[in-house]
């Protein structure tokens, strides 16, 4: 398994700088440039089958837009097969051997679903035998040979420190991190060089216990400054209270966390992995969206938050004017609030009160709340006082859906008293979201009720689709007029 790629030493402990090696082409784009240079292998084929064959018989050349066609439906078919078998992703293609048998199955597969179709729909006769049976025959050489070559460069590129992960960190134990060679790099990453960041080797446990904390402080902030989806824990699967440890420290993060195999199991199980079998890992934490969901939901909320925010403006500019002649103060709120990820952010809403608490004590509204002002028990009875958190979901800071945000003060205690409470910083907080629509709107004022919203919230992250986002959004209409819990 070993491609000669120097592994650096190099390890992150508590006091380490944090320097990363540079890295040209992120391993992440590579399963993408390989699918596109198969598909671009059978549409060549396709088109060099109904030229070649015709040429060579000194018949008329047919139309190839019919074979560009064909080359296009053969190159999904093929795809999504090999895909689904972890076929280009870039661990695979870091391995050696060229998977012969694999390619030509399921290329033969491919054929036949191609035959099929073009027999229910009755549409073969658009296509010379000969020119498919050509095509047939010289695309699995084009595939074998677009593997070996494309294996041969990934591996010099990979001994460079060309190409590598970039969303990757690697967390461990000293021990377990010297003895993770070449080979298990590979096996794990596909690279010879991660960030890695080394725990603490104290035989004292209270002193081991402060070093690793502070590790684990460097690492999440490692992770928020680089945008990593991924922490890899090289620790003894035996050292089950720094696992707790790293554990609790992480659940914030919105990232995939996994525990490693150990020196010992990597002993005895020496990477037998046949065919598409993974090295196995223990997920200890699922990532909360992949990069296409967070695209499409991010569409979502820019596109829609622009249409709402032009159709407010003229109810938002009354809303001023009427604060303004309320009484003194200023026209907005402004308070900060944890976001993805945990970052910190300003958040934007009419002010309806007298006071305006951000700092370490928050004291939530209560029903008939002196506090409130006259034009503020309107606004907040009809939500409008949230209008101006548009603009946060324009800036990214937030979410159309999503858990509500809650006062500094307020997510600090919370945190302290729920052990999942961490986690609805997996996502961008919502102007709404699944527990405001099912009756959780507004103040908490027991423990009970916070738990019964982060219990809601944790089951929007884990079950997110498009389809329950404008669900959510149509159910808020209805809950607005409602007024339920709005004071």
């Not at 041969?152 to 960190?169: D, E, L, Q, T, W």
């Amino acid at each position: 398994m070993s491609i000669g790629s120097e592994v650096s030493k190099r390890e992150q402990s508590g006091d380490a700088s944090l320097a990363v090696t540079p890295m040209t082409f992120p391993c992440e784009a590579v399963p993408y440039l390989l699918s596109t240079m198969d598909a671009l292998v059978i549409l060549l084929a396709s088109l060099f089958g109904g030229f070649v064959y015709h040429w060579a018989l000194e018949a008329p050349i047919p139309d190839l837009y019919a074979y560009f066609a064909l080359g296009l439906i053969a190159s999904f078919v093929q795809i999504i097969k090999l895909s689904g078998r972890g076929y280009y992703d870039f661990e695979s293609a870091t391995k050696p051997d060229v998977e012969f048998i694999e390619i030509l199955i399921s290329w033969l597969t491919t054929g036949l679903v191609l035959a099929f179709f073009a027999f229910l729909f009755k549409i073969g006769q658009s296509f010379s035998r000969g020119s498919f049976l050509v095509f047939l025959a010289v695309a699995p050489v084009g595939l074998l040979a677009n593997r070996k070559i494309s294996k041969f460069f990934i591996k010099r590129a990979v001994a460079r420190g060309a190409i590598g992960r970039r969303n990757s960190v690697l967390l461990g134990d000293r021990t377990e991190l010297d003895s993770l060679a070449p080979r298990d790099l590979l096996a794990f990453f596909g690279a010879g060089e991660v960030t890695r960041f080394a725990l603490s080797s104290d035989s004292d446990p209270s002193v081991r216990r402060v070093d690793d904390t502070r590790t684990l402080d460097l690492v999440a902030n490692f992770v928020r400054k680089n945008n990593s989806s991924e922490v890899l824990l090289a620790i003894p699967w035996t050292d089950a209270v720094r696992v707790e440890l790293i554990r609790d420290h992480i659940k914030m993060l919105p990232v995939s966390a996994k525990l490693l195999p150990d020196a010992q199991i990597r002993t005895l199980t020496n990477y037998a992995s046949s065919g598409h079998q993974r090295v196995v890992a223990l997920e200890l934490q699922r990532a909360p969206l992949s990069t296409i969901e967070r695209i499409v939901k991010r569409g979502l909320d820019f596109s829609a938050g622009l249409l709402a925010l032009i159709f407010v403006l003229p109810i938002m500019a009354i809303t001023a004017l009427a604060i303004k002649l309320d009484g003194k103060g200023p026209v907005f709120f402004l308070q900060n609030r944890k976001g993805f990820n945990g970052r910190q952010f300003v958040m934007f809403k009419f002010r309806t009160m007298t006071v305006q608490e951000n700092g370490d004590v928050v004291t939530q509204a209560m029903r008939n709340d002196p506090r409130v002002t006259k034009i503020g028990r309107l606004l907040r009875a009809s939500s409008i006082d949230e209008l101006p958190q548009l603009v946060n979901v324009l800036r990214g800071e937030m979410s159309l859906i999503g858990p509500r945000p809650h006062a500094l003060a307020h997510d600090n205690y919370f945190e302290r008293l729920l052990q999942d409470y961490a986690f609805r910083h997996h996502v961008k907080p919502g102007i709404t979201g699944w527990a405001q629509v099912n009756g959780l709107r507004g103040a908490t004022p027991s423990l009970d009720q916070i738990a019964r919203r982060v219990e809601m919230d944790l089951w929007y992250i884990n079950n997110w689709s498009l389809w329950l986002d404008i669900q959510i959004l149509v159910k808020t209409v209805f809950e607005v007029m409602r007024k339920r819990n709005a004071f």
